[in-house]
């Protein structure tokens, strides 16, 4: 059964840092493309970032540009999202998904509330 | 970046049927997949390259691609299909997926 769970999210000041992680089961996480989508409170889905299944190509949304960073182990099956600098427009749930062209599978997602 | 619109809301009678459209430049020329996200859980794919069904999804859900519009249908609606709906292309100039805004589902 593929499985995508993330974990890290939490309260943060702006400007401060916080590292998300997904770890990934049930399939042969190597082989696909991750992405992270996020979802402000009471809006949309928003595509933040991207990776190609060996981490050597990355794509950003350009409002977290420079600021996020997407990154993968691919020995650990897990995908993460170094965010820094962050704003309280950043505020959203975060989900993991897999896919290139469609989203296969998505994880549950993980709150980021930026907040003095 | 390749810009997807769809109504906000969309309401229709249990037992009807609804459609939720999906407006984009020459989208029949692209494939377009569907998510339902119910209040609190993540979102659940639905349609996938235009029309398929993935297993477990009722055949009540289908899906349409021409011209400019993408329509997700949705046939004798039940409650449980109450739900805020997105469409999703490939934007394939940089390599990453588009949503449509969401169109909220209401069962009068």
């Known amino acids: 059964e593929v499985q995508l769970v993330e974990s890290g999210g939490g309260l943060v000041q702006p400007g401060g840092s916080l590292r998300l992680s997904c770890a990934a089961s049930?399939?042969?996480?190597?082989?696909?493309?991750m992405h992270w989508v996020r979802q402000a409170p009471g809006k949309g889905l928003v595509w933040v970032s991207r990776i190609n299944s060996d981490g050597t190509s990355t794509t950003y949304a350009d409002s977290v540009k420079g600021r996020l960073t997407i990154s993968r182990d691919n020995a650990k099956n897990t995908l993460y999202l170094q965010m820094n600098s962050l704003r309280p427009e950043d505020t959203a749930v975060y989900y993991c998904?897999?896919?290139?062209?469609?989203?296969?599978?998505w994880g549950q997602g993980t709150l980021v509330t930026v907040s003095s | 970046s390749y810009v997807l619109t769809q109504p906000p809301s969309v309401s229709v009678a249990p037992g009807k049927t609804a459609r939720i459209t999906c407006g984009g430049n020459n989208i029949g020329t692209k494939s377009v997949h569907w998510y339902q996200q119910k209040p609190g859980q993540a979102p659940v794919r639905v349609i996938y390259?235009?029309?398929d069904r993935p297993s477990g999804i009722p055949e009540r859900f289908s899906g349409s691609n021409s011209g400019n519009t993408a329509t997700l249908t949705i046939s004798r609606v039940e409650g449980g299909d109450e739900a805020d709906y997105y469409c999703?292309?490939?934007?394939?100039?940089?390599?990453?997926?588009?949503f449509g805004g969401g169109t909220k589902l209401t069962v009068l």
């Open positions: 390259y235009d029309s």
């Open positions: 998904t897999r896919g290139t062209g469609d989203l296969d599978y």
């Open positions: 049930g399939f042969t996480f190597s082989s696909y493309w």
């Open positions: 999703q292309v490939w934007d394939t100039s940089n390599d990453h997926p588009v």
